[in-house]
């Protein structure tokens, strides 16, 4: 059976491991550093786009693309819904004629 009491050098294991990885410190005006990076990018930015950059801009935005993709989604279900049913149309009517008249020849795919 093991034993459950804690190591008792337990302790001093982790004032070893503390001392042996010193927190890391930033370099002084780090943040200042961060922020001039940031401004100098966005000065570097253009500010007029064209018209392409700007549609390319909001199309790739993730709401966007979800609202087109089920907006295509629903616009193909509306499609196929009324192909299927003008094809349901057409063989009923080719039906009924072939049941009315005799001589008429209908192929049924």
């Not at 940031?38 to 000065?43: N, S």
């Not at 700007?54 to 989604?73: E, Q």
Request: proline share 8%; charged share 25%.
């Amino acid at each position: 059976m093991k034993n459950s009491q804690p190591n008792p050098d337990g302790s001093s294991l982790r004032r070893i491991l503390r001392e042996s990885h010193p927190p890391a410190e930033l370099p002084r005006r780090f943040k200042e550093e961060v922020w001039q990076r940031i401004q100098a990018t966005e000065r570097r930015m253009p500010e007029n786009r064209s018209f392409l950059e700007s549609l390319l801009a909001l199309v790739f935005r993730p709401a966007f693309a979800t609202v087109g993709l089920a907006s295509l989604m629903l616009a193909g279900g509306f499609l196929g819904v009324q192909a299927g049913e003008s094809r349901s149309r057409e063989r009923a009517q080719a039906r009924y004629i072939a049941t009315v008249s005799p001589f008429h020849h209908v192929s049924m795919p």
